[in-house]
């Protein structure tokens, strides 16, 4: 029997969630889950992606963070298509999804991708939007959070709240990507955004945003670059910070460059010397089961879900959030030894393929049966 969901989020970009929502619904069995798509956000670029896959699209703009005018369009979608379970993506999700889901007396469930104050620019925003979450979780059948890390936040923020919601961590499944012709990929991303051969470039894949922790990445290459000539640094990505991260490039005197948001950014990677994820916060870390995948050596945050998966020295080197001296540091052991890089690069690439994409779907749709078999 094919069970109806719709998925909800805001889709304002295509991020580490959106990614997740891709991998879902290609690899969803059209006699098991029949998957619709709702997103939250004007000209959703998502939205558009989707459509042109020909999922089942529809899009129900928020005008303000708090605007709950779409619960009751979406109410009516879900009674004309049939829907048979609603599941929210994001604090915005959430909010318009739990209503949502009771009015029509549907199961909603949430997966957790990050923590939701960090998914804010200013403080005020974050705790309007945790205060929200706190309220509405009880309207919740069940949550998946892409970590164990997330999984302890909950328990720690809402305590009492969520004890007879079933909670489940699913880690996110990374689809196999064709890095056949690594060297035809790196000749290409060089050219097209004038890299020479000799340079050293040091990238990173993720949304502009203070989370992700770019600043310390530049401090990092800065120090980096006082030692090592032909340092050249990549930002792949778009967001809120784009024009203060350009501003503090130009300051730099580093050879740089910012591609700003690309449809297929892992065919990036092969051009990278060193793949950093300098966040100072992450659900798990999405982008780094394709950097394994590419066999490009990591440094990564020892932050949420990411010291779950990664294991220092042995397929990646971690360092504390916020600390260049640390990102500096690890990327010069990398490019001084060539024995730990190898060593790096081949357990990651073991790893990773012991994350794949039907476990995670496979998991997600167990999930949904428990759900709907709950009165």
Not at 159 to 175: E, F, M, Q, R, S
Not at 260 to 280: C, E
Not at 297 to 308: D, K
Request: glycine share 6%.
């Amino acid at each position: 029997m094919s069970h109806r969901v719709l998925h909800l989020i805001g889709g304002g970009e295509i991020g580490g969630a959106e990614q997740h929502l891709l991998t879902l619904f290609n690899n969803f069995k059209q006699d098991r889950i029949e998957p619709y798509l709702a997103c939250l956000v004007a000209d959703s670029p998502l939205a558009v992606l989707m459509q042109s896959q020909g999922i089942h699209t529809a899009v129900f703009p928020m005008r303000f963070p708090l605007d709950i005018t779409p619960v009751l369009p979406i109410v009516r979608f879900c009674r004309t298509n049939k829907i048979d379970i609603i599941h929210a993506h994001g604090t915005r999700a959430n909010l318009i999804g739990r209503l949502a889901a009771k009015l029509v007396s549907l199961p909603c469930i949430t997966t957790m991708h990050s923590l939701p104050e960090h998914d804010y620019n200013s403080d005020w925003k974050a705790k309007i939007a945790l205060l929200l979450d706190n309220i509405t979780i009880p309207l919740s059948s069940g949550i998946i959070t892409v970590s164990h890390s997330l999984q302890e936040n909950i328990h720690q923020r809402l305590g009492g709240k969520i004890k007879k919601i079933p909670l489940k961590t699913i880690y996110n499944g990374c689809p196999k990507l064709d890095f056949s012709r690594p060297i035809e990929l790196r000749n290409s991303f060089r050219n097209k955004w004038d890299i020479s051969d000799k340079e050293i470039v040091i990238g990173t894949i993720g949304r502009l945003h203070p989370v992700k922790g770019h600043t310390y990445l530049i401090l990092a290459v800065q120090l980096l670059a006082q030692e090592i000539p032909d340092l050249h640094l990549v930002l792949i990505g778009d967001g809120p910070v784009s024009n203060q991260l350009r501003s503090e490039l130009e300051k730099s005197n580093l050879s740089y460059t910012m591609t700003g948001y690309l449809t297929s950014a892992w065919q990036s990677l092969p051009a990278i010397d060193i793949f950093v994820l300098p966040s100072l916060s992450e659900g798990m870390g999405l982008v780094l089961l394709e950097a394994a995948q590419a066999e490009v050596p990591m440094v990564a945050s020892r932050v949420g879900g990411i010291p779950e998966i990664w294991e220092n020295e042995t397929n990646a080197l971690l360092i504390n959030p916020a600390e260049p001296v640390e990102i500096a540091r690890a990327c010069h052991r990398i490019l001084h030894d060539g024995d730990l890089r190898e060593h790096l690069i081949a357990n990651a690439f073991k790893r990773v393929n012991s994350l794949d994409e039907k476990t995670m779907v496979a998991e997600t749709l167990y999930f949904y049966e428990q759900i709907l078999a709950t009165p």
